[in-house]
């Protein structure tokens, strides 16, 4: 009888922790399928604006040259200014959905002890 309510909760514990795993994977994957999508919209709008640019100077390599010159200048504010803030931010979320995680694991366990 005691031996296989251990099984059972060996079993209890694999099943929940492929579940967190589960969980964890497919936010990975959902947050790497976003950023494609967002990479790619960025870059048809700045092909589109190094273009619009170059209307302007009647010149393609003047218009590319600003648009990179633009991510320059957003390169630089980001990392003098901004990159301690996101990283302390990414660093927050990725603490808070574990902490869910085991809260969730943790409520289970009571609630089937």
């Not at 709008?45 to 393609?60: P, Q, V």
């Not at 902490?99 to 002890?113: A, P, Q």
């Amino acid at each position: 009888m005691v031996k296989k309510y251990v099984e059972n909760r060996i079993q209890l514990v694999k099943l929940n922790l492929i579940g967190a795993i589960a969980n964890v994977a497919a936010g990975m994957v959902s947050s790497f399928l976003l950023l494609v999508m967002g990479i790619l919209i960025l870059l048809m709008f700045s092909i589109s604006l190094a273009f619009w640019f170059s209307t302007f100077f009647e010149s393609e390599i003047i218009g590319f040259a600003l648009v990179g010159a633009l991510y320059l200048i957003f390169f630089i504010v980001y990392a003098a200014f901004a990159k301690k803030g996101v990283e302390a931010k990414i660093k927050d979320e990725i603490v808070a959905s574990a902490l869910s995680e085991v809260d969730d694991l943790t409520e289970l366990e009571e609630d089937e002890s």
